[in-house]
């Protein structure tokens, strides 16, 4: 008996302990705004030319919100290097201890397009959130199977399609989903530059060739402008180089209801690189359309400005390329596993449309007969 009422007493002094419904309440805000106050915690994997624009932009535009903790290149001197010249406290060599770290959130993968898919899934498999260079992976089952262990884990997973969180192609969406150009009619997009001499762009065995490295981008562009649409009909048309992959390669995409996309991309030659929209009521134009500035529009031209920074660029206009981490940080931090601009269905279906031009084009990678 005595027991027994010992253990009420103490029960009850335990229940009075525990937070009231409204002081949980309270509990739970704070306990959000500290982690929205964290800075996320980046780690890169591949220290070539993009990853330095990458880490460069976001150190200049966001340097409070998000820190660079490890840095995992091929070779140990390659990435004591990278991490030196960015404030980056560890280097490592090989990707099996950035995938480690526990004070990396976040991995952003900038590697060859060949090692895109093994590093993400490492990356996935011990816990980590991911930012993924397009191409996102070399085929569509490549593609699939990384998502679904991302879905598997709760984790957020993105290709890092970088135009889509430009403030121009959010303009531009705005008014096309406002019928301020009416009904989209015609979208055409023509992406070229003389890349031929870049061996990684032409070796089969190191998943070259325009469609993957540059058709990407003339892909994602006519996906956004049909977004939720499903192409009817696709005819394809190419040029191969003396490695086997594709040069140049051009395609008609039909949609339902008289809607169409005529696309071009090049390795060979430079080409005008700007995106055209035709709606019913007047036209969208975005020069430079991967990385654009301005938008053109029937009512003037709308500019933005991107943020300045101390350090120099190897590539154009990458200062945008902070738009897509701080939406990367956004997501995670609200609990999404994927960005609303570049959503899982549309990268699968974007590996789909690069696998069908590939295919026409006979080049087969030898990924393309595997299962993952």
Known sequence: ??????????????????????????????????????????????????????????????????????VAARSQESASKFAEEHDIPKGYEGYAKLASDPEVDIVYVGNLNTQHFSTCKLMLEHGKHVLCEKPFTLNEKQTRRLIEIARSKKLFIMEAVWSRCFPAYMEAKRIMD????????????????????????????????????????????????????????VSVNGHLNSAGTDESCGAVITYPDGKMAVVSTSARVSLP????????????????????????????????????????????????????????????????????????AETIELAMLMDLLRNEMGVVFPEDSQEF
């Not at 996320?40 to 409070?64: C, E, M, N």
């Not at 994602?220 to 499903?230: G, S």
Request: charged share 20%; glycine share 8%; proline share 5%.
């Open 273 to 344: 690189n700007e995106g055209v929209i035709v709606g019913t009521k007047g036209t969208l134009k975005l020069p430079d359309f991967w990385c654009p500035t301005k938008l053109i529009t029937p009512n003037g031209v709308k500019e933005y400005p991107l943020p300045r920074s101390k350090v120099p660029y190897l590539h154009h206009n990458s200062a945008g390329l902070c738009y897509q981490a701080e939406e990367a940080r956004k997501c995670i931090q609200s609990g999404q596993i994927e960005c609303e601009h570049m959503t899982h």
């Open 178 to 233: 406002s019928g301020e150009i009416g009904d989209v009619m015609f979208a055409s997009v023509h992406f070229g530059h003389a890349l031929q001499h870049v061996e990684r762009l032409t070796a089969v065995q190191m998943g070259g060739g325009a469609i993957l490295d540059l058709g990407v981008y003339m892909l994602q562009f006519q996906q956004y402008v049909f977004r939720n649409l499903r192409p009817s009909k």
């Open 1 to 70: 008996m005595i027991i027994h009422i010992s253990f009420c007493v103490a029960f009850t002094r335990v229940v009075r302990a525990l937070p009231t419904a409204q002081t949980r309440v309270e509990i739970s805000k704070r306990i959000k705004k500290y982690k929205s106050a964290m800075a996320l915690r980046w780690g890169v994997a591949g220290a070539g030319r993009i990853s330095h624009d990458f880490v460069t932009a976001v150190q200049s535009a966001y340097p409070k919100d998000h820190k660079f903790t490890a």
